[in-house]
């Protein structure tokens, strides 16, 4: 059974740095693409990074040059490494992965 679980997620202030991790289990990355996905209160569920099996990536303008996506196929691990931080990525950030999700996890940037 295919499972993500997502962690990393806490309180940062503005201008701060978290490291988002989802744990693949079930099986390996194989030609699927893994994503990063935020929701905020009151807001649909939004893209925010993804990688394909070619090691192509694809960010919201919103996280241009602020975040990125790696994975570690020897873990089965992929990551979102954010950084300058605004209030406004402040969201449960979602793993995906061929539709499956993981359960999230809440990054709240606040001073």
């Known amino acids: 059974q295919v499972q993500l679980v997502e962690s990393g997620g806490g309180l940062v202030q503005p201008g701060g740095s978290l490291r988002l991790s989802c744990v693949l289990s079930?099986?390996?990355?194989?030609?699927?693409?893994m994503g990063w996905y935020r929701q905020a209160p009151g807001k649909e569920r939004e893209m925010v990074a993804t990688l394909n099996y070619l090691g192509t990536t694809n960010y919201a303008d919103s996280v241009k040059g602020r975040f990125a996506i790696s994975r570690d196929n020897a873990k089965n691990t992929v990551y979102l490494q954010m950084s300058s931080l605004k209030p406004d990525d402040t969201a449960v950030y979602y793993c995906?992965?061929?539709?499956?999700w993981g359960q999230g996890t809440q990054v709240t940037v606040s001073s």
């Open positions: 079930g099986s390996a990355f194989g030609i699927y693409t």
């Open positions: 995906n992965r061929a539709g499956k």
